[in-house]
């Protein structure tokens, strides 16, 4: 499954090869490659590759984000052409309770382009997943570009407003059983027990 990201945050056409991440079954999870133009703005980050580093949407990045849209718990997972990554559990609307998670992630920059492969562990994925989005950044200060898969509407915009790709509403409909077959069941998840078990203790 192949999705490519050919709109800025707020639906203007981008103006490059689109960005291409592709979905498909690996080994005890989700196989994510990225193929993208490889602006090299801004430069690398301090961390090492194939390590995780925060606040790594700072920089050059390609974004998944996986979502139950009736639990609002989701999996975003960054990805950049130098090799660093990010992964953050949310349990509600920019609630991270767990992050810089380990990845198997390897990423190549050839000339003007970069690929990069990543195995997404099935733990990291909260249950129900039905909603998608991708996200790709680059450029500094007033170049800085963000653009998504699946945008703001137009007629949707308000005066002044800026990216945010925590829009939830925004998300499209997307099922892991579409990549890995209907009768596939999805493992359960150590990593998000422990966000329900938080979630009960808060409510205590």
């Avoid at 050059?60 to 996986?66: A, L, R, Y």
């Avoid at 195995?119 to 909603?131: E, T």
């Avoid at 790709?136 to 915009?157: C, F, K, M, N, Q």
Wanted: one cysteine or more; a negative charge; hydrophobic letters at 35%.
């Amino acid at each position: 499954m192949e999705f490519h990201i050919k709109h800025t945050w707020d639906s203007l056409p981008v103006d490059h090869e689109p960005v291409k991440i592709r979905f498909s079954p690996g080994e005890d999870g989700l196989l994510m490659q990225v193929t993208a133009p490889f602006f090299n703005d801004p430069p690398a980050p301090a961390g090492s590759p194939g390590e995780p580093f925060p606040g790594l949407w700072d920089y050059e990045v390609v974004e998944s984000f996986f979502l139950n849209n009736n639990t609002e718990q989701y999996l975003e997972v960054e990805v950049c052409p130098h090799g660093q990554h990010l992964i953050l559990l949310l349990n509600g609307k920019h609630n991270a309770f767990m992050q810089q998670l380990p990845l198997s992630f390897k990423a190549n920059i050839e000339d003007n382009n970069w690929k990069g492969e990543a195995l997404l562990p099935w733990r990291y994925f909260p249950q129900g997943i039905n909603k998608m989005n991708s996200y790709a950044i680059h450029g500094s200060g007033a170049g800085r570009t963000y653009e998504a898969l699946y945008p703001v509407p137009r007629e949707d915009l308000q005066e002044g407003q800026g990216p945010d790709f925590h829009r939830l509403e925004y998300f499209q409909d997307f099922t892991l059983q579409s990549i890995m077959g209907e009768d596939w069941v999805q493992p359960e998840s150590d990593l998000w027990d422990l966000a329900g078990k938080c979630s009960t203790e808060n409510h205590k």
